[in-house]
């Protein structure tokens, strides 16, 4: 009896009314998205709307055992949990069911499930694990690649079921890695990189280098290297170029014309490297290396577009930065979605009074198109409203995650903030053109069990470590 | 790791989140404020996406006649919220159909992937243009329906059907996988119209209007910003002359089996006939998917390509080609003479007909003498030289494989199947290792056996001869568009492994099994002409179920090769009695554009083969 009444005094109210409110904002925007004159009894079952009461009642359902279970199972059997849910992965990679090209559901009686929802949750908890040993620091190479590996590989076997928009979400761990020690210039670097990459699909190859190379020179003499190494550095890296220009002229060497800008650069990073080792001077190796890892990762950019990306993909990100205009394919999807959200003006047309989103002119408007619904309805202020209680949440968690005495739950809870993250920002941001459409939920939003269940799951299993987080001292 | 520096990052991750969550509200103002390209729906406005088809591109024969074309066909499309009640008899006697097909039309457009009220949905598909005219002066009688223009093919000559192909309506699967495709679409799904889709399609375009709630049209959005014309599909030229084509297919009326004719200094196939086939225009408009249905299921298997997917066994024609081998590998001279009385007797034993004998090379394939062959094929196999019967047929294959057997050719239709060269993996499966000898395998020195070839590559194989040892990949497509160029691989010159100077050994064989004196014992003497020099060599192509097949393959003229044709006749016996005079007929018509033999031409176009299947020899 006492448990009871310091389970409900310890838990954290804000968080659980935030989760309520979102859940059945969300419901009532599917409700308005499905919506039409010929079904309107709310517990019409045969009914996205219908199916999503009940995907509901057992979210409260998991939520309430969560609460009452021993906080310790989700520390002692994190790697139990990892462990099945790879399993899962591997066996929804094979006996698993095509669902829009990729191989990601697994059906259970008449149910499908999507185990890569659960993957998340499971991920993150063995990395807490792992990363929570009271002697593990995030300071040698070995420690990183062990956590590396626990975070990554679920996504790995994802991204061979060719979902590639819930492997992309395991990239937000890094957040997880910033907060326990990962050095910031490396975030930066990796915020660079992702950049860079986008830049290189724009704009030719060669502007790149040249624009490298004269970034790397600048940074070299702010930071207090010598104008007149820089200088000669230069001059052996033109000296290269203009041979290779005149030999491909003059001799018909069959030269790509990229290359010509490339081996030079090259050739000038390999120099400097060497002078840098030898003169032991550190700034020069740092600057060197850093223009080796931008060259390299500019001239893969093309390998990764045209082999790694499937055409689905290449569309989207083609279509998004502009290359491509493709008004009937997908580029299709992404104008009706603005259009909606766009016309629904400052204070939105009022629920269920949306014309774009209802009557399909927007695709998987109750899945990954949720917001459209909310855009249309509630004009900016509803959108406002939601992004604000996200963000609240969002904040809200990182303090909870903050304030854990063991390093345990303090890593869980960055975890689930970095996930949860990472869906809103990209789910959002796809749908008024920000960034590619990458079909992932918006949570508590978007229709469907696995993913409603598993950001349940999350939430609450930091809510019941947080409320115990006294009690695990004693 | 500090405090402080814990502090730090709980406050730069926060920073991170509201700055991500900052940006997204910003650019939400932006297109929910701020911009007014979207302000149109405030009037309760929606906007209309409507696809432009293009013009699917036309198919010529090699002389520039039309064999396929377009026609207009209309979808008729409905806003179900804007229809009002209506004579459901009336409807239904306007558009020509029963009024239960416009109840059923009505019950599964709720079905449609995406269905609305709101949006213009097909109701029915491809009416013809006669019945939307009449429907377009009563249109304005019933709101909320539309006529959509779409085109469809027309065939100017009802031939080649199986060669051109059909267009029909994408599957789910095609949609998923290839974004240019959607609901509704038309793809080419075999022969010319599927191998070359992409040329034929164009590029569809779109219109984007703004409608009011009434369904009227208020204009383009944006002045047509986002539009996008559509372009038109690319012309074909093909190798096929449109004449020869409907001669051999004419020839073949009641009849199984296949006649191909090639070009042998080019590779382009000038006929390519399949029997039974079908009117291709069956295969359009709203009867298709009965149609369809009807081929599917008819015994004789009309839609089934065997010019390139049937595998027969070569049967004597393969002679050529194991002459060839043993000039080639110096174990047989065009002298060498073998004796025949009746047949091959060693072993289980090899018959043959009765002819003279001795004879040398040239008169073995004259007569068609199985005996001798079985002396140059175990000779190949059993070569001291190469050590082993195993090594003895690995020579042996690599040969026949550059006559471009036993993998596909390349021609540019879909499915096109490789046939079979036996390999000692294969016997050594089929026996055990070490169980098998030439003479176990003696079969194949008549073209039998586990040997198998489609009427393709026989005409291929007649063709390279003809050209004394090399061949072009045989194709169909001329020019594209306005480009003459077409892929280079069909321009590229296959040496076969035999020297040039052993085919004027096997032409002149070739030449007296057609052209000898009477009672010279020239086993094709009835596809003689006077006036041309064909060279041809007949074939029975042993069949487990039934009746033999007729096979006989030739080229003509002897000196300057302008034709190369394979002909089958399933169940048919003897070559000499069906396929010879076919491939004599064909080859006239080409050369002369004449016939003059019309007794030789009532006697094959009065044969019905069918039903011979099952009876025994
Ligand atoms: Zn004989």
């Known amino acids: 009896m006492e448990r009871r009444s310091k389970l409900l005094s310890n838990l954290d109210w804000t968080t659980v009314f935030i989760y309520i409110l979102l859940v059945l904002m969300g419901w009532l925007n599917i409700y308005a998205a499905v919506y039409s004159d010929e079904h309107s009894s709310i517990f019409d079952f045969s009914q996205r709307y219908g199916k999503q009461l009940i995907w509901i009642g057992f979210a409260f359902l998991l939520a309430i055992i969560v609460l009452f279970s021993d906080a310790r199972i989700y520390s002692g059997f994190a790697y139990v949990f990892y462990i099945l849910i790879i399993l899962a992965l591997f066996a929804t990679l094979m006996f698993g069911k095509v669902v829009n090209a990729s191989k990601s559901w697994i059906q259970v009686g008449s149910f499908a499930i999507q185990p890569a929802e659960f993957a998340k949750i499971a991920t993150i908890l063995a990395l807490a694990k792992v990363m929570g040993r009271y002697n593990f620091k995030l300071n040698s190479f070995k420690s990183y690649v062990v956590a590396g590996f626990i975070a990554f590989f679920p996504a790995l076997i994802i991204l061979m079921q060719n979902d590639m928009g819930s492997a992309l979400v395991f990239g937000s761990l890094i957040i997880v890695f910033f907060r326990e020690g990962l050095p910031g210039w490396l975030l930066a670097f990796f915020a660079f990189l992702v950049m860079l990459f986008i830049f290189t699909l724009v704009f030719s190859t060669s502007a790149i280098m040249v624009t490298l190379l004269l970034l790397a020179g600048i940074v070299f003499v702010v930071i207090g290297g010598k104008l007149k190494a820089y200088a000669r550095l230069l001059g052996i890296v033109l000296g290269v170029g203009v041979v290779l220009y005149f030999g491909s002229q003059i001799f018909s060497w069959k030269i790509p014309f990229n290359y010509i800008f490339i081996i030079p650069i090259l050739v000038g990073i390999v120099a400097a490297l060497i002078k840098a080792i030898a003169s032991r001077s550190r700034i020069v190796f740092y600057s060197a290396l850093f223009l080796l890892v931008s060259v390299g990762l500019s001239l893969s950019t093309d390998y990764v577009f045209e082999h790694v990306l499937d055409v689905h993909h290449q569309k989207r990100i083609n279509d998004l930065l502009g290359i491509e205009s493709d008004p009937l394919g997908w580029g299709y999807n992404v104008n009706q979605s603005k259009i909606a959200i766009g016309s629904g003006g400052f204070l939105g047309k009022g629920y269920l009074q949306g014309t774009q989103t209802k009557f399909n002119f927007v695709p998987e408007q109750s899945t990954d198109f949720i917001f459209c619904t909310v855009g249309e309805e509630w004009g900016f202020i509803g959108s406002f409203v939601v992004i604000l209680l996200f963000a609240i949440l969002l904040l809200r968690l990182l303090k909870i995650a903050e304030r854990q005495r063991e390093t345990f739950s303090r890593i869980y809870g960055y975890g689930v903030v970095s996930i949860m993250f990472f869906h809103v920002a990209i789910n959002i941001g796809m749908t008024i053109g920000l960034v590619p459409v990458i079909g992932i939920p918006l949570p508590f939003f978007s229709y469907g069990g696995s993913s409603l269940w598993s950001f349940t799951l999350m939430v609450f299993i930091l809510l019941k470590l947080d409320s115990d987080r006294y009690g695990a001292l004693g | ?617």
Not at chain 2, 59 to 72: A, P, Q
């Open chain 2, 1 to 617: 790791m500090s405090l402080k520096l814990q502090t730090d990052r709980h406050f730069v991750v926060s920073g991170i989140v509201v700055l991500v969550l900052l940006t997204i509200v910003i650019k939400l103002f932006y297109i929910q404020v701020i911009d007014s390209r979207y302000k149109f729906s405030a009037q309760n406005n929606v906007l209309r996406y409507v696809t432009q088809y293009p013009v699917r591109g036309l198919i010529y024969d090699r002389n520039g006649k039309l064999l396929v074309s377009n026609k207009v066909v209309y979808d008729l499309l409905v806003v179900k919220r804007l229809v009002k009640s209506f004579d459901t008899t009336e409807f239904a006697n306007l558009l020509d159909i029963s009024t239960d097909q416009v109840r059923e039309a009505f019950t599964s457009l709720k079905k449609q992937r995406g269905y609305s009220s709101r949006k213009a949905m097909v109701l029915l598909k491809q009416l013809p243009v006669d019945v939307c005219n009449r429907f377009r002066e009563q249109l304005f009688r019933y709101p909320g329906f539309e006529l959509q223009p779409r085109t469809v093919r027309k065939y100017e000559r009802h031939i080649a059907a199986h060669m051109l192909g059909y267009v029909g309506e994408v599957d789910e699967n095609t949609i998923n996988n290839n974004s240019y495709y959607q609901l509704g679409d038309y793809i080419g799904i075999s022969g010319l119209e599927k191998t070359y889709e992409k040329e034929l399609r164009g590029k569809k375009g779109v219109n984007i209007y703004m409608v009011d709630v009434h369904n009227r049209i208020k204009g383009p959005y944006e002045n047509g910003k986002f539009d996008s014309v559509a372009v038109e599909g690319k012309n074909l030229e093909t190798t096929i002359d449109a004449d020869l084509q409907e001669y051999g297919e004419k020839l073949m009326v009641n009849k199984i089996g296949s006649i191909v004719a090639i070009d042998p200094k080019t590779g382009e196939v000038l006929a390519m006939v399949t029997s039974p086939s079908y009117d291709p225009s069956l295969l359009v408009g709203r009867e298709r998917a009965q149609n369809f249905m009807q081929l599917q299921t008819d015994s004789l298997k009309p839609i089934f390509n065997r010019s390139i997917m049937a595998l027969y066994p070569p049967g004597s024609t393969f002679k050529v080609v194991n002459a060839l081998i043993g000039l080639q590998e110096g174990i047989v001279h065009p002298y060498t003479q073998y004796s025949c009385a009746g047949g091959y007797t060693v072993g289980r034993g090899v018959g043959c007909h009765i002819h003279r004998s001795p004879i040398n090379l040239t008169e073995a394939i004259e007569m068609s003498c199985n005996t001798y062959f079985c002396h140059v094929f175990r000779n190949i196999i059993d070569n001291p030289e190469y050590g082993s019967v195993e090594e003895g047929l690995n020579v042996w294959r690599k040969h026949v494989e550059s006559f471009g057997y036993g993998h596909k050719l390349g021609i540019d239709l879909p499915n096109e199947l490789g046939g079979i060269v036996p390999s000692t993996s294969f016997y050594d499966k089929y026996f055990r290792k070490g169980g098998w000898s030439s003479l176990t395998i003696i079969s194949l020195a008549i073209g039998q056996g586990e040997l198998s070839a489609t009427p393709l590559q026989m005409a291929n194989l007649v063709s390279t001869i003809a050209n004394r040892g090399y061949y072009l990949t045989p194709h169909i497509v001329k020019s594209i568009g306005d480009s003459l160029s077409i892929d280079e691989k069909f321009s590229q010159m296959h040496r076969t492994t035999i020297d040039s100077v052993w085919y004027n050994y096997v032409i002149e064989g070739m030449d007296m099994a057609v052209n000898c004196e009477p009672g010279g014992g020239g086993t094709a003497r009835i596809a003689a002409l006077p006036n041309i020099r064909i060279c041809g060599k007949t074939g029975t192509s042993q069949n487990p179920h039934g009746k033999d097949h007729s096979v006989f393959f030739a080229f003509a003229p002897k000196d300057d090769p302008k034709i190369a044709i394979s002909v089958y006749v399933e169940n048919a016996g003897f070559g000499a009695t069906w396929a010879a005079p076919i491939a004599s007929l064909m080859i006239e018509k080409y050369l002369t554009d004449s016939i003059s033999r019309p007794y030789l031409e009532n006697y094959i176009l009065q044969a019905n083969l069918l039903n011979r299947r099952g009876k025994t020899k």
